[in-house]
C-alpha cells in the first residue's frame, strides 16, 4: 500500500515548472486571451499543482497549471524567474496516480448551475468574464435585450422563440394625460423582445 499523502505549498520559479508530455487538457486561443486578462487582474489566485520530483531530477512536474504557466510566459510576458506557489506531494507519485489527479483535478470540479447565472448573474458581465454569446444563449440570456438580460427568463409565458401580443384598449374621452400614464406604465412591457403592446381607441 502506499503511503498517504500530504501537500505543502512552496515558493517555485516559474520556470523551473515542467510540462508533462501526456496532459491531456488544451486551451483555445480566446479561452487563453481570457486567462491572460484573469491572471492580470487577479494574480494567481489558486497556485499551482506539481508531483515531488524523482531523486536528482531538477525541477517540479506538473500536475495542474499547463495553460497558466504557458499564458503568463507568453502572452502576459511574465519572467520565468517569477516565483509562484505550488502545491508539492509529501512524495513521489506513481505513474497511475499522476495520471489520476491529473484528470480528478479538472473533471471532479463541478459545472455552472444554468439557473443560478440565471438569476444572479447579469449577461453584460458573464460576457465581459469570459463566457461566449452562445454558451449564455443555450442557458437561456437574451443578449439583445438592452436592459437586464435575465428579465425576460423571470417573465412569465415569454421566450425568445414565441411572441405575446397585448392588446390595450382605451377611452379616447379621457385626458391626454390619462393616455400617456397608461403607455409609461406599460413601457417595461414593451422593452421586452417578443411582446408587442397594441392600442386600441374606443
Known amino acids: 500500500m ?7 505549498t512552496k515558493r517555485v520559479k516559474l520556470g523551473d515548472l515542467l510540462e508533462w508530455d501526456k496532459n491531456p487538457v488544451e486551451i483555445s486561443e ?9 491572471l492580470a487582474k487577479f494574480d494567481h489566485v489558486l497556485p499551482y499543482v506539481a508531483a515531488a520530483p524523482p531523486n536528482g531530477a531538477k525541477g517540479l512536474p506538473l500536475l495542474d497549471g499547463h495553460q497558466r504557466k ?6 502576459n510576458k511574465v519572467s520565468p524567474n517569477t516565483l509562484v506557489d505550488v502545491r508539492v506531494p509529501s512524495r513521489v507519485l506513481t505513474e497511475k496516480e499522476r495520471s489520476e489527479l491529473a484528470i480528478r ?8 448551475d444554468p439557473d443560478a447565472l440565471l ?31 435575465t428579465l425576460l427568463e423571470k417573465t412569465e409565458n415569454v421566450t425568445p ?12 374621452s379621457e385626458s391626454l394625460e390619462a393616455v400617456f ?15 408587442e403592446v397594441l392600442y386600441g381607441g374606443n
Open 70 to 75: 504557458a499564458v503568463e510566459i507568453a502572452l
Open 119 to 149: 438569476n444572479w448573474f447579469e449577461g453584460s458581465d458573464l460576457l465581459d468574464w469570459g463566457f461566449a454569446e452562445d454558451e449564455l444563449e443555450e442557458i437561456g440570456f437574451d443578449l439583445e435585450y438592452s436592459g437586464n438580460p
Open 2 to 8: 502506499s503511503k498517504a499523502l500530504s501537500w505543502t
Open 30 to 38: 480566446r479561452d487563453a486571451k481570457e486567462l491572460a486578462r484573469s
Open 105 to 112: 483535478l479538472r473533471k471532479n470540479s463541478g459545472q455552472f
Open 181 to 195: 400614464d397608461v403607455k409609461e406604465k406599460v413601457s417595461d412591457i414593451e422593452k421586452i423582445p417578443g411582446v
Open 161 to 172: 422563440k414565441k411572441h405575446l401580443h397585448i392588446l390595450i384598449s382605451m377611452d379616447l
